[in-house]
């Protein structure tokens, strides 16, 4: 009998896990378990201890001249186990039995727990071993996952673009979410000239794909995770997110200026979300993070953005309206994809159910014995802000769930949602009164923020915002347990890892019992995963940051702008709409 190459192994056991992943935990333990009656009984206590993902991870010989034992410590000189005859039934009776399925819109809640269990084991032994073939399995693990999504908008409209647009002199400065769509986005401005070594990325640490962060490693990036900051739970208090966010994207800015290249750069291209770099680079100066001569090396650049969130653009709005001394340089032309009409009308809804589909997802993984709510259909759910993704929410869960009612302190959006038939509350705490699963939609820190001593035992809470806006004081006033309890996990053993402590479900005290708040009040439809929402479905969103970069070019002029304030530029939308068949 032919001996499988271990990297086949790795990869044909990835995608069985995936597949695995999609199962509903009480369904996938009985699963495994059955399959893994006659097993040896080293495959059975391993999985008994570090459950049926990661089980079945160290498991195997994942890599080509090692194997990982059930203490996860990598040995080269043979298998502990015989994969022919230990965990070849096991394996292929899991994939006679396991189900097909088809990927929706939103990921499973499981999945990128295994994702993250998988990339951490690669990063290690990658670094243990250094054989060339494990650059191999890298590449056919960014295959099975597909990393980098095809977009064949995306890449007709790069093909356009070419035409006038050359970033081969660029720099590029990136806060955004590391998806795979992302890369695909990246991908599309290396086909413009940008150079992948002079591509800087921040990631947010709530939406941080590790494959994708790998990927963009692999190329040549600089990449920020924001994950190693969590790394003990010690930092996750949102209250305080986005102070530490601000404060660590001017350090990881003045890092970029250090590791520029030593040659001819005259731009810097910057993609914001949230308007955080943009408004940072108005202070840059005087933020004493930076030498003279770094300045200066600065001050030589021309520099435009790409805004993508309302959040960043009413940020962006305020910092263009501040007065000007009549010498300054030219504005920065930040180019304002949040008020594109394609991204109001068509991302909203993708995002309204990707969030309504993960949320159904968390409740229905968490712990059998949780004392909460455990499906949205019998549930009332309270919905707080009735904006563009607020009100599409509302669209989404209006016939899924028993009862909805809607708080917003703006009169107007109120009086819009009873002309839509909407029950109105009069007040935050009627909302809490009244409602078993609240989702916060403001989008903004405007004062609408719920508090421990408001809210009834069993109370669910979800963000929809770009931040935890509407929970953060409710891990100010409530208690928060060290260790969550209630998390659908694959191995509760194993310490807690940085993207555990993100994408966790948090127990608070409240009056006579605990509230708990979903993904770590980050927004509760990134929970890891490659893509939250299908990469085809996002990518209308890709090829406006993309034309973005294009039309703020086009208003750049050739003085430099560093340090100055900022001028929102609109996006001709026409050139889209028949690349997109719209």
Request: with cysteine.
């Amino acid at each position: 009998m032919t001996e499988i190459p271990a990297v086949d192994r790795s990869v044909n056991l990835v995608r069985l896990l995936r597949r695995l992943a999609h199962l509903k935990p009480s369904h996938l333990h009985r699963l495994v378990w059955e399959c893994a009656e006659d097993s040896p009984l080293e495959v059975r206590n391993c999985i008994n201890e570090y459950g049926p993902f990661a089980g079945l991870v160290r498991l195997a010989p994942l890599f080509p001249h090692g194997y990982l034992d059930t203490s996860g410590r990598v040995s080269a000189s043979s298998y502990a186990h015989n994969y022919r005859t230990d965990l070849a039934p096991l394996l292929q009776e899991l994939n006679r039995v396991i189900p097909p399925w088809q990927k929706k819109g939103s990921a499973s809640v499981l999945e990128p727990r295994l994702d993250d269990i998988i990339i951490s084991e690669v990063s290690k032994v990658r670094e243990e071993i250094g054989d060339p073939s494990s650059e191999d399995l890298l590449e056919r693990l960014f295959a099975v996952y597909d990393v980098v999504p095809r977009l064949p908008a995306l890449a007709e409209l790069t093909s356009q673009l070419k035409k006038e647009v050359d970033l081969s002199d660029a720099v590029l400065v990136a806060h955004q979410h590391i998806l795979g769509s992302v890369v695909s986005q990246f991908e599309a401005l290396w086909e413009l000239g940008l150079d992948p070594s002079r591509t800087f990325v921040a990631g947010k640490a709530y939406s941080t794909n590790r494959l994708a962060a790998l990927y963009l490693r692999h190329k040549g990036c600089s990449v920020r995770s924001g994950l190693r900051a969590y790394g003990t739970g010690s930092t996750l208090l949102p209250a305080v997110y986005q102070t530490e966010n601000d404060d660590s994207l001017g350090h990881f800015f003045a890092k970029v200026v250090r590791d520029l290249p030593d040659q001819h750069l005259s731009r810097l291209v910057v993609l914001d979300d949230g308007g955080l770099v943009l408004a940072w680079l108005n202070r840059a100066p005087e933020s004493g993070l930076f030498s003279e001569q770094e300045i200066k090396r600065l001050s030589q650049l021309r520099v435009v953005g790409v805004e993508q969130t309302t959040f960043g653009q009413r940020l962006l709005n305020r910092l263009s309206r501040e007065p000007r001394p009549a010498a300054a340089a030219p504005s920065i032309p930040v180019a304002n994809v949040a008020e594109t009409r394609l991204k109001m009308e068509k991302e909203s809804s993708l995002i309204a159910h990707s969030v309504v589909e993960e949320l159904d997802a968390w409740l229905h993984a968490s712990d059998a014995q949780a004392e909460h709510v455990r499906t949205l259909s019998g549930a009332t759910v309270g919905v707080v802000g009735f904006g563009v993704v607020g009100s599409w929410i509302c669209r989404v869960l209006h016939d899924r769930v028993q009862r909805m009612i809607i708080f917003d302190k703006d009169a107007r959006k109120s009086s819009i949602a009873r002309s839509f038939g909407y029950q109105v509350a009069p007040s935050l705490q009627h909302i809490a009164r009244e409602c078993s699963v609240i989702v916060g939609c403001t989008g903004a820190p405007d004062g609408v923020e719920l508090e421990a001593k408001m809210l009834s035992p069993g109370t669910v809470l979800a963000s929809a915002s770009s931040g935890n806006y509407e929970f953060a004081r409710v891990f100010i006033t409530g208690t928060k347990e060290r260790r969550p309890k209630l998390n659908p996990e694959m191995t509760p053993e194993r310490p807690a890892s940085a993207f555990d402590w993100v994408h966790s479900i948090y127990p608070v005290d409240v009056p006579e019992g605990r509230a708990f708040v979903l993904n770590g009040g980050f927004p509760v439809n990134f929970t890891g995963a490659i893509d939250p929402i299908r990469a085809e479905e996002i990518e209308l969103t890709r090829c406006l940051i993309t034309l973005g970069v294009a039309s703020a070019l086009r208003q750049l002029g050739q003085l430099s702008n560093f340090g100055s304030g900022v001028e929102l530029a609109p996006i001709d939308e026409s050139v889209l709409n028949n690349i997109l068949g719209l």
